[in-house]
């Protein structure tokens, strides 16, 4: 097992890594404000982020990856079309690779793991890149008939992942619509696509690759596991949960990752509220006792 500890030269390098590119972001915004940004660029950008970021989260990850609760054909059908809208690739996909980094977690085979390469700077900064991004653009395929057959004999989810392209444009097209609608302006609709749209997928895409990335290499491991898989705070709101990342891994298929006090995981509790609904049936809630026996020795 790799060792849970991250030395101080390696903390600091990571967080360069980490805060850099955030506090960039930041200092673009204010420039755009008032010329190419409106509050009805941000109330779509943050409607379409949420969909679509919990249908990554709640769907693809909770539901089709790990099977944490059951839901009945229309809310699975949903869930799956909604994460398509995050522009991450196809469920059947998506779940494939999720299911083999889990397999090989930080060791030979993970396909994103920032420990593949060494402990040194240099070593963890191709590690942060390779887990981030990196891997996308040099990876082996997973094999779909190994990591995900259920998948691939579900016949609403080969439709879903048919129609991949249609989700793809809606995703991207919906919010320059609605802008355009609700401004009755060219110019509105322009700017509800690019930051709705597509500054909205891309925001999506680097939360869920920082879980990927920052979430093995820094933060609280309160819970035993095989890898290095942490807790990073700053990230539990916009992941919807996903940044309480070392319970997810001692105990892949819970329905909520954060079980302390204080962890706020908006996913569970969208699960949860399905379950109220009628919706959703067998999840896979977290129990103390299970949670004492994961937990990390003091």
Not at 50 to 55: D, E, F, R, T
Not at 94 to 104: C, E, L, M, Q
Not at 279 to 295: G, I, K, N, Q, Y
């Amino acid at each position: 097992m790799i060792s849970g500890r991250t030395s101080l030269p390696e903390h600091v390098t990571v967080k360069a890594f980490v805060i850099v590119p955030l506090v960039a972001v930041a200092v673009a915004v204010p420039f755009a404000w008032g010329w190419g940004l409106s509050w009805i660029d941000v109330g779509l950008g943050a409607f379409f982020f949420v969909i679509s970021g919990l249908g990554v989260t709640v769907g693809y990850h909770r539901l089709f990856t790990h099977g944490s609760f059951k839901a009945n054909r229309a809310l699975r059908v949903a869930l799956a079309i909604a994460g398509s809208f995050a522009a991450q690739g196809q469920v059947t996909t998506w779940v494939a690779d999720h299911r083999r980094h889990h397999a090989f977690s930080d060791r030979a085979g993970d396909p994103h793991s920032p420990w593949l390469f060494g402990t040194g700077p240099r070593a963890l900064a191709k590690g942060f890149w390779h887990a981030h991004m990196g891997w996308l653009f040099d990876r082996e395929v997973t094999n779909s008939q190994r990591f995900a057959p259920d998948l691939l004999a579900d016949k609403d989810i080969r439709m879903v992942d048919r129609l991949f392209p249609l989700w793809i444009a809606m995703s991207l097209l919906l919010p320059g619509i609605a802008g355009g609608l609700i401004t009755w302006s060219v110019w509105g609709g322009v700017t509800a696509f690019f930051w709705a749209g597509l500054v909205r997928v891309g925001l999506l895409h680097h939360v869920t690759w920082s879980v990927n990335s920052i979430c093995h290499m820094i933060g609280e491991r309160p819970f035993t596991s095989r890898d290095k898989a942490a807790n990073f705070w700053p990230l539990a709101i916009f992941s919807f949960g996903e940044a309480w990342h070392n319970l997810h891994h001692a105990d892949p298929t819970c329905a909520r990752h954060g079980v302390l006090r204080g962890q706020i995981d908006i996913s569970a509790r969208v699960i949860w509220l399905f379950e109220k609904l009628g919706w959703a049936r067998d999840v896979r809630w977290p129990t103390s006792a299970r949670l004492d026996r994961l937990a990390t020795a003091k």
